[in-house]
Every structure is written in structure tokens, then in C-alpha cells.
């Protein structure tokens, strides 16, 4: 049988929306990640798993724009020209984090502002980004508290007096306001009860599908991975050692570490 | 320049003309001079030892120092009045140290140190505001580390500022900042134009006068040029708006003056009065006479030029 | 008929990495091809690899070597080279997989679980509710549990749930893995129907039933796994 497979033109959208390049990070001799190279398209939701010390946080700092990387390219395509968030100037790179990318922090306090109240902290990017009109910064904020479970008699409280669950919606929806194409996650259900997790899981999942957001998310937990990915990096001692579709890594895998990794969860 | 050897019988010590030596004075002007290219941008400068403690002033006494010559006519106020311990002292500082004529009124001076307040009198071209600066940086209270807000100034992220004003709206209802309310210089720089009331904001709008902030604690010195917009912050649909009173000055019937609350016995009675002190005088000197102009003159808080 | 599965030389090795890198061959050599408006049954004892066949079909399973073209929106794809976007897309489009097991969503009702694939093709969510809840009622899922999560359902609910979810809007190829198990007979007969109606709709169909009956009235072709069975 004679046939054309895997055709060029099926490819669903023109250009990645975040082209890596041989990103490594050293911390003198030890090795933090080394040369990884993936391709995100708009829409897609990579996970980074792996045990602590994997590399998968630094990874994720590199990619983030939060540390420079010592070698490799992170080139994002979502305005008008591909910019290398790395040889741009910080003042781009930091528009571009109130802009079109935002980063929910393993700890809510190290997303939020904990003395500005709810509304505040889900208005800021609006203002980071211009907007000067109180009743409409105020609306936005109300639309998005209750888009992220957050009753609207809470909007001026601040998020101390919210539980670790509300706090981390919060952050969610305090990034998410301004519309970005990329988000990065550092382990957003840590440090969470399970009950409270599960919430916060289908809620992410949700969002991500219905606002199409690409999005990169770096977890231990084999559950949440099946839950909110579409593909998977294992890393292991700083190296992608298997990546694919998840279900492909999760239920065939074949990197000895693999392996290990999903024999060692009761059920995912 | 003039030194003060006073080596006979005076027993003054030796200083420098206007206290500082003149390579501090070069210094500060430098930076003056840079602040003054860079309108609300805050130029550091190495603040030297006053004799008197950081925070009483220091920041704009050196300011003051650096510019100071002997044609000119200085004034002091603090908290609007010429008459405070304060403006006293450094008052009679600069009488010493730079032989300088001082002045209460307003527009005899050239050189009008400050600090809370801007006169009621309209500025003039030629005129010289230095401010006393506690907290120069307007982000401080917002975030804490120095490089951060220095990355914000440079790149004129002031979302952050406009939070501080949201927040103030949603809890009370309107912005309760009432002085060293966030400017917009030239539509470039966020600054703080001192703990002057909200009242006086729009004096720096456009006006004739140069003004010098001096921080001698924190390090820093900012100005306005002549003729630069200073905008106070807000919202669109929450204008800044200044203060009013429901009533004029007790003593001399002014309505659009800032207006003081004093205490006048120990049963409660309160009066409203002008706190730009010389304004005041000036005003009842011109025959305007407030509701409790007599009262307060038969108490001998004022004195009544109308009495005979 | 238009061919909508072909394998071609297909073959599957587990190597167990922890356990001192044993190998578990499965099969080798496997071709065949599915037109659409078929049902293959792949026979075979159990733990011949028909389940991981059919997984292998669906992009879910690596095979060592060989591949698996899919006529995926009119144009032939390798799923096994293809990228993790194009599976998925394949899988969202053209390719169904109906398992006895439902991946219990948190908080999600048991109508909104059998509307999202018709939502996720574009159909206007009042024609998703009414053909959701049409597909349930035909599966005999009791009205109150329909808005529901079916993390407290019986297994029997679930399954029903699941199969609604697959048969509510059946995909060009329908990949089916003991779809019946713990279903009683009124509902087996449903799901028989369900698939024979997905068939004559032009679905083709790959499936693995344990219940002799039911392979019976589904299959219009048999593929025995065994055949291929590695010498080990």
C-alpha cells in the first residue's frame, strides 16, 4: 500500500506558539537541566514531571524568564514578530509576564499581594496594562472571582483571610485576568488537601480548555499530570529522559525511570 | 565666595559660606541639575552630617545651602507657618551661616523652604520651592526593595501605585490619601511631592516657580522645572478632587485657603483657620475679617488690626 | 468501502526495565485492515494482547515497530510517528475508544460527561443536552443521577455513562474494549444496538467482547490474535 502519511498540511496551527532550544542551566558543576528542546503549540498543556531534584523547577524558571538560562533559546511566538525572551531587553520580558504569559507559584503568597485585598490583586495587571476606570477594573475583578469559585461579598477582603484552596484560586484568576497565551504552573496543587485539590483541578482544567491556553506544568503528581496534560517531559538528574502524549508516557512507558515512577503510585 | 574666619573676637566657629563646603555644594548642584533635566526622576546625592538630626530637615537645608547667594530672600515654613520652631531655627541658620535676608512674605522671597505646605500666594517666575522630603520614593509602602522600584520608575510600571488607589476606593469609598499624594511629572516620572496636603497638589501644576525636593536621610534629591505638568493620579470615573471646608477662615473669611482645625479652649470649641499663616495676616491686614476674628484677638491668639 | 484502519507489520515488546530488563514479547507481524461499516472482533484467550491491540490502535500503547495508518478527516496519518497534537486530534475527530472503565471527573455531572464530545465538535449546547440526555435515557441511567457526578454511581451506572459518552455522537472509528462486562441483559441488548447503529452509520469498528452473544450479533469479521503470537 502506497501512501502519503503525515502530510505537512495537517498540521492544525501555523508556528509554535514557544520554540525551546538546548536549554541548560548549570549551578557550578552540578547540572540544574540540561540542553532540552520541545516545541509548545497554542492550546497545548506540556507537564514536567519528576522526583524533586529533577530539574523540572529550575527547567521551569528557565522557560518562565525568571533565570537565565546558560545556554539554549526560549523563543515565544504570540505578538507580531518571535521574540527570544532572552536576548530582549528585561523591560520586554517583563511586559510580557503582565502580559501575554503569567506564572502561578507553588505558594499562593508568592504570587499574591496578602495586604491587597481580593479585587486588588485580580486588578493589577488590568492597571499594570493601562486601565484607569475604577467601575470597570472592579467588574472585571467580580467576573473573575466568581469565574475561579470566589463568592463577590469577598472582593475587598484580603487574601489572608482566605484558605490555602481560595488563595490559590485567587492567583489563578489574578493571573488569567489579563488574558495570557502561556501559562507556566509550579506544582499549583501543593501544599493542598486532596479534597481541596480535586476542586482546584477540574477548575484549571476547565479554564484551560474553554480560554484554549497553552500552558506548561511542572508536577510530582502523576494524577494531576493525567488530568490537566496532553504531553509529558520525565526528567531525570536535569535530562528529558522520555517525553510524548501522557497517556503514551503514563500507561507505556519505557525509560527504565519511567518505569519506576509510575510503579511507585497505587493508582493514577 | 565668603568665608567666616572670625578668627578675632567672634566666637563662631569656622564654616564654609551657607555651612556646606563648596565641593559638597558642587555636588548637590550637579545633581540638582540632573533632577532638574530629569523632571521627577530622584537623582542620588551623598547627603552629608547637618547639625541638626536626619529627618528634621536636612535633605532640603542642603538643597537650600547649595543654591543659596547673598542677594537672595529666603522664607521657611513649616506646616504652614513661619512662626514654628522649626522655621525658626532655620531661619535664623541661614541668617548666620549665609548672611541671608529672610522674609515672611511670600513674595519678597526668592528661596521659599518648606515643609506640609505650598503658600496660598501664587508662585512667581524666578521664585525657588525646596521642599523637605521624609520618603522619597512614592513606592516604598508598596514594595519594599530598592532595585525593584527603580526597575518601575525606569520602565514606568505604575500599576502597582494605581492598586493603592483602588484599594482606598473600594474600602472607603474615594481615595483617603490627603497628603503626599502620588503626582505624575511630566507624564514620565511617579513622585511623591512631599507630605504637603493633597490641597496643594494642583499649585504644581504648571507653575512659574522652580521646585527642589531635597531627602537627606533617604539620599535624594528630584525637582520640577518651570512650567511642567504635574498630574495628581486617579481614575477616570473617580477625578482627583482636593479638600473643602464647610466654612471660611474663623479670622480672615478666606474660603479658598487651607484651613487648619484649632482647638481653642478646654471645652471643646474649635475654630477653622488659615494655616498658610502669613496669608492670613496678610488677608486681615487687607480688612477681611472672619466670624471669630474679635474672639480670638480678645484671647490674644492674634492680634486684631482692626481694633483700635 | 473506504479502508479506515491499516496495520502494517506491527509488533509489541514490553521491556520490564526494573525487573532486570525482561523482555514480554506480545505479537509481531500483525497486518490487517478495517474498512468503514465493519466490525473486526478480535478473538484470541486472554492474554494473547488483544487489549493491548487495541490500545496500540488508539495511539495509547507504542508499538516496537511497524504502523498504523488512519484515515483521519479524509487523508491517511501514521499514528504511530504522528505528534502528540495530531493523535489528540485524531482522537478528538475520528477516533473513539469505549472502555467498561469512566475516568471519574471531579464535579462533573454524568449529562455534562456525555455532552462535552458533542460540545467539543462544535453542536450547539441545546442540541448537546437533548441528545445527551435522549442517549441516557436509552441507557436506562435513572433522570435523577443525570445531574450528578458519577463518582458515588455503581460500576454498572458508570459504564453506562461511559457508553453514552462514546455513542452520543460515534466517531468514524470506534476502538471497543468489553463494553458489556457487568451490564444486564436489557442493557447489553442497548449496547448492541448502539454499536450495529454505529456501524450502519459507517463507523468502523474494532472491538473485544467476551460475551459469546453479543461477538455474535456485532462481529461481520473475526481476527484471531494468536497468529501472530511471537515464538518466545
Not at chain 1, 519528576?50 to 511566538?77: H, M, N
Not at chain 1, 484551560?208 to 531525570?236: E, F, S, Y
Not at chain 3, 488508539?58 to 497534537?85: K, Q
Not at chain 3, 462486562?181 to 459507517?202: F, H, K, P, T, Y
Amino acid at each position: 500500500m502506497n501512501m502519503q502519511v503525515n502530510p505537512q498540511e495537517l498540521t492544525l496551527d501555523p508556528a509554535p506558539l514557544l520554540s525551546v532550544a538546548g536549554v541548560s542551566r548549570f549551578y557550578g558543576e552540578r547540572i540544574g537541566c540540561a540542553d532540552v528542546s520541545f516545541d509548545l503549540w497554542p492550546g497545548e498543556v506540556l507537564g514536567i514531571v519528576g522526583e524533586s531534584g529533577s530539574g523540572k523547577s529550575t527547567l521551569l524558571r528557565c522557560l518562565a524568564g525568571i533565570d537565565r538560562p546558560d545556554a539554549g533559546q526560549v523563543l515565544f511566538r504570540g505578538g507580531a514578530e518571535p521574540l527570544d525572551i532572552y536576548s530582549v531587553a528585561e523591560q520586554e520580558r517583563r511586559r510580557l509576564m503582565r502580559t501575554a504569559w503569567g506564572i502561578v507559584h507553588q505558594n499562593p503568597r508568592d504570587g499574591l499581594r496578602m495586604d491587597v485585598s481580593a479585587g486588588g490583586n485580580v486588578g493589577e495587571r488590568l492597571m499594570d496594562n493601562g486601565a484607569r476606570h475604577y467601575r470597570k477594573i472592579r467588574e472585571a475583578a467580580l467576573d473573575w472571582l466568581q469565574r475561579v469559585e470566589i463568592a463577590a461579598g469577598r472582593i475587598d477582603d484580603r487574601p489572608r483571610q482566605f484558605s490555602g484552596g481560595m488563595q490559590q484560586r485567587l492567583q489563578i484568576a489574578r493571573v488569567l485576568v489579563s488574558e495570557p497565551r502561556l501559562v507556566f504552573m509550579d506544582e499549583p496543587t501543593g501544599g493542598l488537601d486532596v479534597s481541596v485539590q480535586a476542586r482546584l483541578l477540574d477548575l484549571l482544567r476547565v479554564l484551560v480548555r474553554d480560554l484554549g491556553l497553552a500552558a506548561i506544568i511542572v508536577t510530582h503528581d502523576l494524577a494531576v499530570a493525567r488530568l490537566l496534560t496532553d504531553r509529558l517531559m520525565v526528567m531525570k538528574d536535569g535530562h528529558v529522559v522520555e517525553q510524548g502524549l501522557t497517556d503514551q508516557v503514563l500507561d507505556d512507558p519505557h525509560h527504565a525511570y519511567t518505569q519506576l515512577l509510575t510503579s511507585a503510585v497505587l493508582t493514577v | 565666595m565668603t568665608l567666616h574666619q572670625s578668627i578675632t573676637e567672634d566666637t563662631k566657629p569656622a564654616y564654609n559660606y551657607a555651612y556646606l563646603d563648596e565641593q559638597t555644594k558642587r555636588m548637590i548642584r550637579r545633581a540638582l541639575l540632573k533632577a532638574v533635566a530629569v523632571p521627577g526622576y530622584q537623582v542620588p546625592f551623598g547627603s552629608r552630617e547637618m547639625p541638626l538630626a536626619r529627618g528634621w530637615g536636612t535633605g532640603g537645608i542642603q538643597v537650600t545651602a547649595a543654591i543659596i547667594g547673598p542677594d537672595d530672600t529666603l522664607k521657611v515654613i513649616d506646616q504652614g507657618a513661619d512662626d514654628t520652631t522649626n522655621a525658626v531655627s532655620i531661619r535664623r541658620f541661614f541668617e548666620r551661616t549665609a548672611d541671608a535676608r529672610t522674609t515672611e512674605a511670600t513674595e519678597e522671597a526668592t528661596i521659599i523652604q518648606t515643609r506640609h505646605r505650598i503658600p496660598e500666594a501664587p508662585l512667581k517666575a524666578g521664585q525657588i520651592m525646596v521642599y523637605q522630603v521624609p520618603q522619597p520614593e512614592p513606592l516604598r509602602k508598596l514594595e519594599p526593595h530598592e532595585a525593584e522600584t527603580r526597575k518601575m520608575h525606569a520602565w514606568a510600571e505604575y500599576g502597582l501605585m494605581q492598586v493603592k488607589l483602588y484599594e482606598n476606593i473600594a474600602r472607603f469609598g474615594e481615595v483617603t490619601t490627603t497628603y503626599d499624594y502620588p503626582v505624575m511629572v511630566n507624564g514620565r516620572y511617579v513622585m511623591a511631592p512631599s507630605p504637603i496636603p493633597k490641597f496643594d497638589n494642583p499649585k504644581m501644576q504648571m507653575s512659574p516657580a522652580l521646585q527642589l525636593f531635597g531627602a537627606g536621610r533617604e539620599k535624594r534629591i528630584y525637582a520640577v522645572p518651570p512650567h511642567t505638568s504635574v498630574r495628581s493620579l486617579d481614575f477616570e470615573d473617580h477625578p482627583f478632587r482636593i479638600q473643602s471646608w464647610n466654612e471660611p477662615c474663623a479670622l480672615c473669611a478666606a474660603a479658598d485657603s487651607y484651613l487648619d482645625e484649632v482647638v481653642i479652649d478646654d471645652q471643646g470649641a474649635r475654630m477653622f483657620v488659615c494655616s498658610d499663616s502669613h496669608h492670613c495676616e496678610t488677608r486681615r491686614a487687607e480688612g477681611h475679617r472672619g466670624a471669630m476674628l474679635a474672639d480670638a484677638s480678645a484671647l490674644h491668639l492674634v492680634e486684631d488690626e482692626a481694633k483700635p | 468501502m473506504t479502508t479506515m484502519i491499516h496495520v502494517e507489520n506491527v509488533a509489541k515488546e514490553f521491556t520490564l526495565h526494573n525487573q532486570g530488563g525482561v523482555r514480554l514479547p506480545v505479537f509481531d507481524n500483525v497486518d490487517f485492515t478495517v474498512a468503514a461499516g465493519e466490525a473486526l472482533v478480535l478473538a484470541g484467550a486472554s492474554g494473547a494482547g488483544k487489549s493491548s491491540l487495541l490500545r496500540i490502535l488508539y495511539g495509547n500503547y507504542r508499538p516496537t515497530s511497524g504502523r498504523i495508518v488512519i484515515t483521519h478527516a479524509g487523508r491517511p496519518v501514521d499514528i504511530v510517528s504522528a505528534v502528540p497534537r495530531t493523535v489528540l486530534d485524531i482522537r478528538r475527530r475520528t477516533l473513539g475508544f469505549v472502555s467498561q472503565f469512566l475516568r471519574v471527573i471531579p464535579r462533573v455531572s454524568a449529562l455534562d460527561i456525555v455532552r462535552d464530545p458533542l460540545l467539543a465538535r462544535g453542536v450547539s449546547p441545546e442540541e448537546a443536552s437533548e441528545r445527551a440526555k435522549a442517549m441516557l435515557a436509552r441507557l436506562n441511567l435513572p433522570q435523577r443521577l443525570w445531574e450528578l457526578a458519577p463518582a458515588t454511581f455503581s460500576g454498572g451506572e458508570q459504564q453506562r455513562v461511559n457508553i453514552a459518552r462514546s455513542f452520543v455522537d460515534p466517531s468514524p472509528i470506534m476502538l471497543i474494549d468489553e463494553p458489556t462486562a457487568s451490564l444486564d441483559a436489557g442493557n447489553r441488548d442497548v449496547v448492541v444496538g448502539l454499536i450495529a447503529e454505529a456501524r450502519e452509520q459507517g463507523s468502523a469498528i474494532v472491538g473485544i467482547f467476551h460475551d459469546e452473544a453479543v461477538r455474535e450479533s456485532v462481529a461481520t469479521r473475526y481476527l484471531d490474535i494468536t497468529e501472530f503470537r511471537k515464538a518466545a
